[in-house]
C-alpha cells in the first residue's frame, strides 16, 4: 500500500499442464482477508490471454460471542472487508439504532468491531450494514449510514448484511466478605 491507497498487481500463480481436452486443474492458496472488487485471474499463453475468469473474497462474521455480560465489553470479528468507497465499511445498528461504522481500508480485511452490552438483559440484535465510506452527492447523505435497502440500491457491489445474536445476561450478584454467623 502506498500513500495513495491500494493498486492493482500481478501476481504468478504458476504454470500448468493441460490434458489431451485442453482442461487443467490447478490448486491455489487464496487468502481469505481481504475483499474489494473481483480478482481476475488470466490464463497466458506466452503473451497472449488464452482465458480468464474473477473470484471474489466475500465479508464474512468469524466470530460473535453467544453471552456476554451487562455492560460489559465484546468484540465481533469479521473478515473478507474490502479497501474501496463501495466495500470498505459496515455500519453497526444495535437494537435498531445506528451506533457507527466500522472501516476495513487500512486492516487488510479484518476488522474487530468493539462494543459494550446493553444493561438490560435479554436477546438482543445486531446489524451490520454494507455502506458507502464517501462521495459527491450532498441530499440525502448516505454516507456512513445504514444502507437498509442495500440489497437493492448499493452502489457498489453486492454485498452481504448481517443479522447477528448475542444473549446478555444479568451482572453476577456482588459477594459481601460478611458471614450470617458473625453477627451478634
Wanted: proline residues 8%.
Amino acid at each position: 500500500m502506498s500513500g495513495q491507497g491500494y493498486g492493482a498487481e500481478q501476481v504468478p500463480l504458476g504454470e500448468v499442464s493441460t490434458d489431451a481436452f485442453g482442461q487443467f486443474t490447478k490448486k491455489v492458496q487464496v487468502p481469505n482477508e481481504l475483499g474489494g472488487p473481483p480478482h481476475n485471474i488470466q490464463l497466458m499463453d506466452g503473451t497472449k490471454v488464452a482465458g480468464s475468469t474473477t473470484f471474489r473474497i466475500m465479508p464474512s462474521v468469524v466470530y460473535v460471542p453467544k453471552t456476554v455480560v451487562a455492560g460489559q465489553p465484546f468484540t465481533i470479528k469479521m473478515l473478507g472487508v474490502g479497501w474501496t468507497d463501495y466495500d470498505n465499511i459496515y455500519t453497526v445498528a444495535y437494537d435498531n439504532s445506528a451506533i457507527g461504522y466500522v472501516c476495513g481500508f487500512n486492516s487488510h480485511g479484518y476488522v474487530k468491531i468493539q462494543l459494550r452490552a446493553s444493561e438490560t438483559p435479554g436477546i438482543q440484535y445486531i446489524d451490520l450494514y454494507p455502506s458507502i465510506y464517501k462521495g459527491q452527492q450532498k441530499m440525502p447523505s448516505l454516507y456512513c449510514l445504514p444502507l437498509l435497502t442495500y440489497d437493492k440500491d448499493h452502489p457498489g457491489d453486492w454485498l452481504p448484511a448481517f443479522h447477528v445474536v448475542i444473549h446478555v445476561v444479568a451482572k453476577p450478584a456482588a459477594v459481601s466478605g460478611k458471614s450470617s454467623a458473625n453477627k451478634a
